[in-house]
């Protein structure tokens, strides 16, 4: 079952993360392409993003609100992106349809909200986003993706071979807007809306 996009629905794990690095060259000739120990994750994305957000979303299945905490982990290397949300609206006909889900499925989701947990860093050969999502539905995705200015796109491939496109734009200081688009079967394109704001900012620190 694929319920990855309700994750922008809530508007919550669908915050990309991206970070300004230019893949390492070998000096000489059978030098490794990867640094021991890279630079901790500090560039301008990463101390805008890191911190509390909350806000709300809305799509094709429905709509919903929720809080995220983003945060440095493993000595500054990895983003964490933690998500809660409460659904306040679903369209069960649209799950059924394009999710399988079952009247009980529908139920108890919208009683349990959704939790979510995404991690990213930066694939030192490429300098790609690499991020990885998990979450209370069981579902499990890869992403690769880059930023151009203040946008970053972001390709997900899940675990039963779908594929979904998120969009990040900063919006400004304070606010980030996530699309994301998600092809159905049947040729339809399921489409999910957040709309975020700060409420506690955290400093990012530069120290090894």
Known sequence: MRFGSLVLLAALAAIGFTAEATPTKPERQGAKPTRFLPPVLSDEWTKWIVGEWEGSGEGSAGKGKGTVTIELALSGQFLIHRGRAEITALDPDYLKKHMHASDEEIKRFK????????????????????GFLFDNLRCIATGRGKREGWNETVEWDWGNGQKSTRVTERAS??????????PNPDGSVMEDKGDMKRIKRQSVSTKQ
Not at 111 to 130: N, S
């Open 173 to 182: 200081e304070d606010r980030m807007v996530v699309i994301e688009r998600t």
């Open 111 to 130: 009683r349990t909200g959704y939790q979510g947990m995404e991690v990213y860093t930066i694939d030192q050969k490429t300098g790609e986003v690499v």
